[in-house]
């Protein structure tokens, strides 16, 4: 068993920033379904596709009556600018609080690439249900066909 929330777990409620300024939490979407998906950059490809395909199906996602939003370490300044460029309707937040939601999650971790350790996201999603509960996660999440993915589990629940 893990140490961090998991599926049927009560999503952490920890603030965190918007791009205007402003804070956002879980219980901000109560009584509704929430999709949170935590991706490590904005503007690399992976993160730019991922954040484009949940723009695209945002309108399914309404008629379903699930929220999005896409996390990253990224500060407010970046999300708009990320925003702006991709014209991505998607809200985003920032979690650049030591002991955030990603680290509640347990999801910024120590990473490696070419030899070198550091501390990075690990693309998650989270489908939490009206309840405020975790209803599915996606680990290690691939991009390709991803977004699809959750609409139809968003559907489902």
Known sequence: MSEFPGEGDLVPDIAMGTPDGGTVKPSDFKGQKLVLFFYPKDNTPGCTTEAKDFTALKP???????????????SAKKHQNFI????????????????????????????????????????????????????RVWNKVKVKEHAAQVLEAAQAL
Not at 104 to 126: D, F, N, P, S
Request: net charge negative; aromatic share 8%; proline share 1%.
């Open 60 to 74: 399914e996602f309404d008629k379903a009556g699930t929220a999005l939003l896409g996390v990253s370490k990224d």
């Open 84 to 135: 702006a460029k991709h014209d991505l309707t998607t809200p985003l937040a920032t979690d650049a609080e030591e002991g955030g939601l990603s680290d509640a999650l347990g999801i910024w971790t120590e990473k490696q690439m070419y030899g070198k350790t550091y501390m990075g996201m690990v693309r998650t999603t989270y489908l939490v249900g009206t309840d405020g509960k975790i209803a």
